[in-house]
């Protein structure tokens, strides 16, 4: 059986559903809309399958028929809270976009899941298709095992894979692999400041929760350069401050919020103690007041060794060498495929299709006016049809 042929007679079904989902984009949790479209073509095509999460999340089967091992296939279902600045005739109007790639992700799963059923006789055992949300947060993969999504059937192995431009390193239209770490940790932590307000004129009189404010993201940002080795890979970043709504308004209250990424646990525990003892500090110096609350969030995402190199033997039986492109470093970036990756052996991978626009400039991930070659999609359902066949017989 020719895969790229197989897989060519589904790419405008591919390509119709990726305009679909990305005309609909939900945030985290709140998939209902997005579920519902999966769910239309699962009963079009007689496909069995449960929803999960409050009709938030759907796993679905392909069963051979035949005693065999159990392979799962993961796609995230979330968008951004973005406001889309694409000129796509497909583009978003509900203030939310798919600035990330879900809405392809969710396309190839299912048109994988298509491929595999229309040949089922072809292999053993079962495949199962994990449509998840709340990738971005809070966390959805967490809540999707906790639901039985890697159980009855018990999952041996899942893969999953990203697109766009995560890896800058990958060229377009190349699939990149990674053995061992692959993406980051990912943290959150909220400061709240308490002080006490009053007219700006007369700043004796009041308890300033700005200077607190500052006190604390300044001495956060030294956290990294002067407590933490040089060797290890850390981020610490504050990417929201809040407070104050007038230029002669002292305020009352002031928050801060932030990330923090690494591969250590030990770092993240020092982090998570340091960040609280710093807020701690500084607000008795100013006179102020805080709660501070750290969510320790995903694990760093680790690829299985044996499993990655299956995936690249099974690239090979269909692409040519030069599109598989080694990943040579990890990045800061995170996915809540890692608590999968905790549970089962698995892998995953990436496609990097950023589109150019017509001025020949291309937008990342996250980004309003990202966007993806959809004639590269193709290759990421053929190699999870490739694998699955590998795998799984």
């Not at 002292?250 to 982090?271: C, H, L, M, Q, W």
Request: charge should be negative; aromatic fraction near 8%.
């Amino acid at each position: 059986m020719n895969i790229i042929e197989k897989v060519k007679e589904y790419e405008s079904f591919l390509i119709k559903e990726r305009r679909i989902l990305h005309q609909i984009p939900e945030i985290g949790l709140d998939t209902y809309q997005t579920c519902e479209e999966l769910e239309k073509v699962l009963i079009e095509h007689k496909i069995p399958y449960r929803k999960v999460l409050g009709s938030r999340g759907i796993i679905a089967l392909v069963d051979s028929g035949k005693p065999g091992k159990c392979l799962a296939i993961r796609a995230d279902m979330d968008a951004l809270e973005i406001k889309e600045e694409t000129d796509l005739d497909f583009k978003s109007h509900n203030g939310f976009m798919h600035a990330c790639g879900h809405d392809c992700h969710m396309a190839d799963v299912l048109t994988t899941l298509l491929v595999l059923n229309s040949i089922k006789q072809e292999f053993s055992g079962v495949v199962k298709f994990i449509f998840q949300p709340g990738e971005e947060y809070p966390g959805g993969a967490e809540l999707m095992i906790k639901e039985g999504a890697l159980d009855n059937p018990k999952v041996d192995c899942i893969i999953g894979h990203h697109v766009g431009g995560l890896f800058a390193s990958v060229p377009h239209g190349s699939i990149g692999f990674k053995s061992g770490n692959l993406m980051a940790s990912m943290d959150k932590f909220v400061i709240r400041i308490e002080g006490s307000g009053g007219h700006g004129s007369m700043p004796e009189d009041t308890v300033d929760p700005i200077v607190c404010l500052v006190d604390i993201v300044q001495a956060i940002n030294r956290i990294k350069s002067r407590e933490i080795s040089s060797s290890e890979k850390c981020v610490i970043s504050v990417c929201k401050v809040n407070s104050g709504i007038n230029q002669n308004i002292i305020p009352s209250e002031a928050e801060i919020e932030g990330t923090v990424r690494t591969f250590n646990d030990d770092v993240r525990k020092y982090i998570r103690k340091r960040i609280g003892e710093i807020s701690e500090y500084y607000s008795q110096g100013n006179r102020c007041s805080v709660s501070y609350d750290y969510a320790w969030k995903y694990p760093h995402l680790a690829n299985n060794d044996n499993i990655i190199e299956l995936l690249k033997k099974s690239t090979r039986k269909i692409f040519s060498e030069d599109i598989i492109h080694d990943i040579e470093s990890e990045t800061m970036a995170g996915d809540d495929m890692a608590y999968y990756l905790e549970k089962v052996p698995g892998a995953y991978f990436m496609l990097s299709n950023l589109k150019m626009d017509k001025n020949g400039k291309t937008y990342p991930n996250h980004h309003p006016k990202f966007d993806i070659d959809e004639g590269e999609l193709y290759k990421t359902v053929a190699i999870c049809v490739q694998f699955a066949l590998d795998y799984l017989n």
